[in-house]
């Protein structure tokens, strides 16, 4: 597509989250004139789950959804410049920086922060996406304490499930597993943790073939895939932690990243292996992935980029 215009701005963010608003409220507050695009669903994962109880500073607790209204409105009153766009392709061969919104608006920026974040990954059943928010989570530390004294179904096998299951372990009652072959993928460690608790019951080659539940989760129906038996397990929670997916595919033929995709920052550091472009929040964290840990590195990139704008003579 054609570019159509273009504009020149000292920082760009891009994301939505707690990451690109705290990075938004503190680079205003710098007088970096920050320019914000949100992407596709502004406010970021925090805007499809329900309450928040451990991000300090809410003792009652907050709505997600809310939560990040609130982020959006404190970045606005310091002076962010907050637009709805998704950035669709970047050129980061030279100073200014190149990104394109919407594919066809050109914005060439002196330093970028990139908050685009991740997304969980879902099984894709039906009854999943009705019952979201309805005992279906993708994340058991925002939404375990929900289901304290209840049984619950975790799905995954990875270091992400066997970690979640075990904090479920310590809520609930009885934590049921479902893992869709015959090990689990999750480090050695973990496993054993996992195998050695006696509240987690771990199903081998099990899918899951149906949520069951109108208006809240009742019940899972699995089958086993050797066997093709199926069952049906009542439980009042269904977490999926099947992995989630960084959204940094626009970014790949210039920036470090791992395997899996996440953007590799300089330890202790917002830096890229760019100088000017500074990473933030779940794009580049895949192991804490909190909304507390996303906003303080959110704030890091926000003063390493006012930093590297000072020492480049560009503020
Ligand atoms: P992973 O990709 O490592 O694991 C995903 C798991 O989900 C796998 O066991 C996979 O099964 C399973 N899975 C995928 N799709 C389906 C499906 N449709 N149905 C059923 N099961 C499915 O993701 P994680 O989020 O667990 O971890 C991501 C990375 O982060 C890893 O490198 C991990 O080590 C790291 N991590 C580290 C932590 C730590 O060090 N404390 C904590 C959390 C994560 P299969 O094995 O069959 O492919």
Redesign the pocket.
């Known amino acids: 597509m054609e570019t159509t215009a273009s504009e020149k701005v000292h920082c760009l963010i891009i994301g939505s989250g707690p990451a690109g608003y705290t990075a938004a409220i503190y680079a205003s507050r710098a007088n970096l004139k920050p320019v914000l695009y949100q992407g596709i669903q502004p406010g970021g994962q925090l805007t499809i789950t329900t309450e928040v109880e451990n991000y300090p500073g809410y003792p009652d607790g907050v709505q997600g959804p809310d939560m990040m209204v609130h982020f959006e409105k404190q970045a606005a009153r310091m002076g962010a410049d907050i637009r709805f766009g998704l950035a669709t392709k970047v050129d980061f061969s030279q100073q200014p920086y190149k990104v394109w919104v919407d594919d066809d608006k050109l914005i060439e920026a002196d330093a970028v922060i990139i908050a685009t974040g991740a997304s969980a ?1 879902w ?2 059943l039906e009854s999943e996406q009705r019952l979201n928010g309805f005992g279906v989570s993708a994340c058991a530390v925002c939404d375990g304490f929900f289901f304290k004294g209840k049984e619950v179904a975790i ?9 979640e299951a075990l904090y479920l372990s310590k809520l609930c009652t009885t934590v049921h597993m ?4 015959d ?5 050695k460690v ?1 496993q054993e943790r996992v195998q050695r608790t006696p509240n987690i019951k771990i199903y081998w080659n099990t ?2 073939e149906e949520i069951i539940g109108e208006k809240k989760t009742e019940a899972v129906r699995i089958k086993n895939t050797k066997t093709g038996e199926t069952q049906t397990i009542p439980v009042s929670g269904f977490f999926v ?4 997916e960084p959204n940094s595919g626009i970014f790949k033929d210039w920036l470090t990243m ?1 395997e ?1 995709g996440y953007i590799k920052t300089q330890p202790g550091t917002s830096k890229t292996n760019i100088e000017g472009v500074f990473a933030a929040g779940d794009v580049q964290d ?2 804490y992935r909190q909304a507390v840990t996303a906003a303080g590195s959110g704030c890091m990139a926000a003063l390493d980029a006012e930093r590297y704008l000072g020492e480049k003579g560009l503020h």
Do not use: P, Q
């Open positions: 990954k099984l894709g799905v995954g096998a990875g270091d992400t499930a066997a970690e479902f893992v869709r072959r090990e689990m993928r999750a480090s973990m899918s899951t932690a099947i992995g989630h791992d899996a895949k192991i």
